[in-house]
C-alpha cells in the first residue's frame, strides 16, 4: 500500500471512528484534543517552522504544536498533518513540514491532511451536480472546507471533476485572491486574527484556573497562558464567577482550646526505677 493509501484509509477511519460524517471540520485544535486527548498548543515561532509533534514515553503524553501565523488554512493542514504523525506513531522519524524532504512518512501525513480535510464523499456531496466546477466552485471549496486553493484542486482531481492542467493552474492562486474576487476577504479575516494568536492546551488552562480558584496559582499565571495582562485576566475570572479561595488560616483562644487530661504516673514509675540505692 502506497504513503497516498495509508494516509486516505486513515483519514477515513478517523472520521469514522470520531462520527464526524463528511462534513467540513470546524475548529481543529478543539477536536484534536477531544478525540486524542492530546496537548494542542498555538504558539510563536520563526517564519520557517509550521509545526512539530513530541512524545514523552515515560509518561506517555504527546504535545502537539503549530505556530501562530497570518495564513489560517495552512495553519490547518499542518494541525491535520501532526495528527497524522501521532496516529501513525512516526516517533522515530523527520517530523514537521520540512518541504526539503518528503519522506513516505511525510507524504503519508500530507495525504492524511488532504483526506482528513477534503473528503471525496463530502466534497461530491457539497458540489452537487456541477461536473465541471468553475473557479467560483473553487472558491467555495477553499471557503467552505478552510484549505487551501492547492489542496482544494489535488481534491477536486482525486475526485475527477477537473483535468490535470486546471489542477495546476488552481494550484497557483491563494487563498486572499479567492476571497477578494468572491466577496468573503472579511470572513478571512477573522480567520486570520484566529490563526495569528497564541493559544495554550485546553487542561493546562483549565488546570491552571483550578488552581487559581484554590488560591495556590496567581492571576499572572492564567494571563501569561491566555496572552493577556493580568488586570483583563482579573476581569475575565471575575465576568466567570471564579475567586480565589480565602487562603487565612482561622485562629483559636486558648479559652477555645479543648481540656486534655494527661496521666503521668508511668513516667514517675519509670524515674523511680532507675534511681541507685
Not at 6 to 29: S, T, Y
Not at 106 to 126: I, S, T, Y
Not at 163 to 174: D, I, P, R, V
Amino acid at each position: 500500500m502506497t504513503p497516498e493509501q495509508q494516509g486516505r484509509e486513515a483519514a477515513a477511519a478517523f472520521r469514522r471512528e470520531h462520527h464526524l460524517g463528511d462534513q467540513p471540520l470546524g475548529d481543529l485544535v478543539a477536536l484534536i484534543e477531544r478525540t486524542t486527548g492530546h496537548d494542542v498548543a498555538v504558539l510563536d515561532a520563526s517564519p520557517d517552522e509550521h509545526g512539530l509533534t513530541m512524545r514523552d514515553p515515560v509518561r506517555d503524553v504527546t504535545f502537539i504544536g503549530v505556530a501562530r501565523t497570518r495564513n489560517p488554512m495552512r495553519q490547518r493542514s499542518t494541525l491535520a498533518h501532526e495528527l497524522a504523525h501521532v496516529i501513525f506513531a512516526d516517533w522515530n522519524g523527520p517530523q514537521g513540514q520540512d518541504l526539503s524532504a518528503r519522506t513516505a512518512q511525510e507524504q503519508r501525513a500530507d495525504a492524511f491532511a488532504r483526506n482528513l480535510l477534503v473528503p471525496a464523499a463530502g466534497l461530491k456531496a457539497f458540489l452537487g451536480d456541477h461536473a465541471a466546477p468553475s473557479e467560483a466552485a473553487l472558491s467555495a471549496v477553499v471557503q467552505g472546507f478552510l484549505v487551501s486553493p492547492a489542496i482544494a484542486a489535488i481534491a477536486l482531481h482525486d475526485c475527477g471533476c477537473i483535468n490535470a492542467s486546471t489542477k495546476q493552474e488552481w494550484m497557483g492562486l491563494s487563498t486572499p485572491q479567492l476571497a477578494t474576487r468572491f466577496g468573503w476577504t472579511d470572513q478571512y479575516e477573522s480567520l486570520q486574527n484566529d490563526s495569528d494568536r497564541t493559544r495554550s492546551p485546553q487542561r493546562l488552562l483549565a488546570r491552571t484556573i483550578a488552581g487559581y480558584r484554590e488560591g495556590v496559582v496567581t492571576a499572572q499565571s492564567v494571563a501569561t497562558l491566555r496572552g493577556i495582562t493580568v488586570d483583563a485576566a482579573r476581569r475575565e475570572l471575575a465576568d466567570a464567577g471564579i475567586a480565589p479561595r480565602d487562603p487565612s488560616v482561622p485562629w483559636m483562644t486558648a479559652q477555645d482550646l479543648p481540656v486534655v487530661s494527661v496521666d503521668l504516673s508511668d513516667l514517675d514509675d519509670q524515674a523511680g526505677e532507675g534511681v541507685a540505692e
